[in-house]
């Protein structure tokens, strides 16, 4: 599979299809991570779906392959249990369903 074809796809298919919160829950998502030098303007910026996101951080580990990039992407798909140690992992869909009913929760 070429990852960075995949992720550059993903990326240009919300490029040209821009989603803002009025749409649904979004997630700002640096197009080339902080970590590789990427900058907080907005030419660096997206707004994707939180199962997009996660996706794009599994693929910027599989393109990258170093320590920051599958750090960010086991905090996103890790849910902490209090008090137990214990923790769950999760996948990109119950990590969507998730951030949609906490931001409907809290909004």
């Known amino acids: ?3 960075a074809a995949t992720y550059c796809a993903l990326i240009s298919k919300r490029l040209r299809n821009p989603l803002t919160r009025d749409d649904c829950y979004v997630e700002r ?3 080339i991570p902080k970590s590789e030098g990427g900058k907080d303007e907005p030419d660096n910026l997206v707004n994707l779906t939180a199962r997009e996101h996660y996706v794009a951080h599994l693929l910027l580990a599989r393109i990258y392959d170093d320590c920051p990039m599958w750090c960010a992407l086991k905090m996103m798909g890790v849910s902490n249990r209090r008090n137990t140690g214990r923790h769950n992992h999760i996948g990109s869909r119950l990590y ?3 951030k949609k009913e906490a931001a409907r929760h809290y909004s």
């Open 96 to 98: 969507d369903h998730a």
């Open 29 to 31: 998502h640096h197009i």
């Open 1 to 3: 599979m070429n990852y």
